[in-house]
């Protein structure tokens, strides 16, 4: 699995003209599922999204991890995040298809929701519109295959 988190001030997620989800501060997610992804990706991702220590303490360093901070997570599925970029047309092939990408999605929120975040989430496989104020900016890449 592939997320690009995104420490936030407030982000949202629109469909069809509707909010869909709305967060304070804390991250957007975007989250995408290797075809080869499983189980243990799922929790591996959703541990370390939950524990990133990239919020400020009181000296100003990043050093506070999204629970005490009171972090929201806005998580939406990516699948553009396994792009094979090769040539100008980039290719999908690498991504999940719905069937397995769906319920490891789903999973990594129930994982979060678990740990008592409040998750808001997008609609697996919609058009969205994606709105964030970037909080610093902090962006951090996961990859199941490097943590």
């Not at 009181?58 to 999204?66: A, W």
């Not at 690498?94 to 490891?104: G, N, V």
Request: some cysteine.
């Amino acid at each position: 699995m592939r997320a690009v988190v995104t420490r936030v001030r407030s982000a949202s997620v629109t469909i069809g003209g509707q909010v869909k989800g709305r967060i304070g501060g804390g991250f957007l997610v975007l989250l995408g599922v290797h075809e080869a992804d499983g189980e243990a990706e799922a929790l591996k991702i959703a541990d370390k999204i939950c524990g990133l220590r990239v919020f400020e303490d009181e000296n100003g360093k990043m050093n506070v991890n999204p629970a005490d901070a009171g972090a929201e997570l806005l998580i939406i599925s990516q699948f553009t995040l396994f792009a094979d970029c090769r040539s100008r047309r980039p290719g999908f092939s690498k991504a999940a298809r719905p069937e397995t990408a769906i319920p490891l999605y789903e999973q990594v929120i129930g994982e979060c929701r678990g740990r008592g975040f409040h998750v808001e989430t997008g609609e697996f496989g919609a058009e969205m519109l994606v709105e964030s104020v970037n909080d610093g900016p902090v962006t951090i890449l996961l990859d199941t295959k490097e943590l």
